[in-house]
């Protein structure tokens, strides 16, 4: 029996032997916590069902093992991007990781991911630093951990105010912030129904930036050398929104 198997046959009769006493400490019938991972575990299992089977050509040990994976995959990153978010106070979090492949990711480009509300305002502040692309992405749909359906507005640096060590900032609020004159500023709107952010930044560099690990850097990290953004909520007075 290899070690990580070992490791799972373990963690699996743990938790057998605590659940006794957690179903005593609180029904089932009383518990939407319960009834929520109950609904998840079922489907998980239609999801097998319908896709891993004959008729998807999915019938070797092999190719079952590799279904099964992308299906934790996908639960991973749902776990990651939903099961601690906090729209009242976003976090950007990497798309893809070295383990993690998602959507249509581009080997020379890094991508983030924030949840956000529709009824509020945040400032990104951040640095171009060496992407010859940067774009901001305001999606619609996604809220309660819901795939997004829409893209309800974008920003890219083509149309951004940058200073000349490249950084900027950006407001991300439903009305628009009266800047003042003869100031540009950089906006990006938001409407009912939005539920995250979703940024790109695209460079050209000899070793893909998605394998080089000087790029693999929380975005939220102020002390990184090479660049940072920020997503926090607006706090009253830094702009007159008007």
Avoid: C
Wanted: hydrophobic share 40%.
């Amino acid at each position: 029996m290899n070690m990580r198997l070992k490791n799972l046959l373990v963690f699996f009769l743990i938790t057998v032997a605590y659940l006794p006493a957690l179903n005593a400490a609180e029904p089932i019938s009383s518990s939407k916590a319960r009834a929520a991972m109950l609904n998840l575990l079922s489907t998980i299992e239609t999801v097998q069902d319908k896709f891993l089977n004959s008729a998807n050509q999915v019938t070797s040990a092999d190719d079952i093992a590799e279904g099964q994976r992308a299906i934790a995959h996908i639960l991973e990153t749902a776990l990651y991007f939903w099961l601690e978010a906090d729209p009242e106070h976003p976090e950007f979090k990497p798309y893809v990781s070295s383990t993690r492949k998602l959507l249509g990711d581009n080997p020379d480009s890094i991508y983030y991911f924030a949840p956000i509300r529709d009824d509020r305002s945040y400032k990104i502040s951040g640095n171009i630093g060496a992407a010859t692309f940067t774009s901001f992405t305001v999606e619609g749909g996604s809220f309660d951990g819901h795939a997004a359906r829409s893209s309800i507005a974008a920003l890219s640096d083509d149309d951004m105010e940058v200073a000349a060590d490249g950084s900027y900032e950006i407001i991300v609020s439903r009305k628009k912030p009266n800047w003042g004159k003869g100031k540009k500023g950089n906006w990006l709107p938001i409407k009912e129904g939005a539920g995250q952010i979703s940024t790109r930044h695209y460079h050209e560099a000899k070793l893909s930036v998605a394998a080089n690990p000087k790029y693999q850097m929380s975005i939220d990290k102020s002390h990184s050398t090479f660049w940072t953004t920020h997503l926090h909520r607006k706090n009253p007075g830094l702009l007159n929104l008007t």
